[in-house]
């Protein structure tokens, strides 16, 4: 598992690194990305793209997840996400929160297109971020 999770993998380590990231499984996308682009910095757009990507699908799944489970009471910790809606995945991204702002959106039926769109504009902006410090 730790070659898929390295620079030497390539494209395909990154995109499952960032989908593994984004589950609540621990990883650390953000150096995979760095590395990469450190060896391969004529490969910035596509891993920027995969990476985003892959994220986001790791995202949506705990989303999904999340959304099979039954409707009970609001907790107070899911009215955030209920009184801001779909726009507040932009900080999906964000250690600690971000997974459980995207299962509290998954549990409350937010709109998965809405969900996905702007969790995946937080995820390209830090990726983006990421690159920039990479190509430095």
């Not at 995202?59 to 997840?65: D, E, I, K, S, W």
């Given at each position: 598992m730790e070659f898929l999770a390295s620079p030497e993998a390539g494209l395909t380590g990154l995109?499952?690194?960032?989908?593994?990231?984004?589950?609540?499984?621990?990883?650390?996308?953000?150096?995979?990305?760095?590395?990469?682009?450190?060896?391969?910095?004529?490969?910035?757009?596509?891993a920027l793209v995969l990476a985003t990507i892959g994220n986001t699908l790791?995202?949506?799944?705990?989303?999904?997840?999340?959304?099979?489970?039954?409707?009970?009471?609001?907790?107070?910790?899911?009215?955030?996400v209920a009184r801001h809606g779909a726009p507040i995945l932009v900080l999906a991204w964000a250690p600690i929160i971000g997974d459980a702002l995207c299962a509290a959106a998954g549990w409350l039926r937010l709109p998965w297109l809405r969900c996905a769109l702007w969790m995946a504009l937080g995820k390209a902006l830090r990726y983006g971020v990421v690159m920039a410090g990479a190509t430095l």
């Open positions: 995109f499952l690194s960032s989908f593994l990231a984004a589950t609540l499984l621990p990883g650390g996308s953000e150096a995979v990305l760095f590395a990469l682009l450190k060896l391969h910095p004529d490969q910035a757009v596509p790791g995202g949506m799944t705990t989303y999904g997840m999340a959304r099979l489970l039954p409707e009970r009471k609001l907790p107070e910790k899911s009215a955030v």
